[in-house]
């Protein structure tokens, strides 16, 4: 009886395993320009995630410099960025990914995690942004939008795609969710 209350006891309340029992975290993807895949919710559990649809030929192309200080000056702290390229809006995400991935790295020395090109348009998109635009009420509108994944696997706000990563606003509620 007593191992069982323990057994309960880590799964009801450390954050770790609760995002693990997130339905939105528990999604797929190949890394950008690679062959493996990462689960979400294996890779981040605990973590606060900050995920964001990304283009590199788009006029708020610049704020991936702003998205890799985040992830800079938050990671140790719990903080993961999440780049998920995608083609949606006007085409602005036409190359390869091996030439997204080079962008990335050489224009803004990218380091956080990059996925596969994602559909994120209302219509097609990708189950993980279908989940994240029911929960928010909004797709992204354009690329740049940002969701706020909290420790516990659960959707805390999103940003438009206007606002910047420095935004004191964005900035405010990632350090809310690292205290949590």
Known sequence: ??????????????????ACNSSLLDQNFRKLAGSDTVNLCEAYSGKVLLVVNTASKCGYTPQYEGLEKLHETYEQKG????????NDFMGQEPGTETEIQDFCRLTYDVKFPMFEKTP??????????VQLAELSGTYPTWNFQKYLIGRDGKLITQFTPHTKPSDSAVVSAIEQALKQ
Not at 3 to 17: E, G, K, M, S
Not at 79 to 86: C, D, K
Not at 120 to 129: C, I, L, Q, S, T
């Open 1 to 18: 009886m007593r191992i069982l209350l323990v057994l309960l006891t880590t799964f009801l309340i450390n954050p770790v395993y609760a």
């Open 79 to 86: 903080l993961v960025v999440l780049g998920f390229p995608s």
């Open 120 to 129: 994120v348009k209302k219509g097609h998109a990708h189950p993980f942004y």
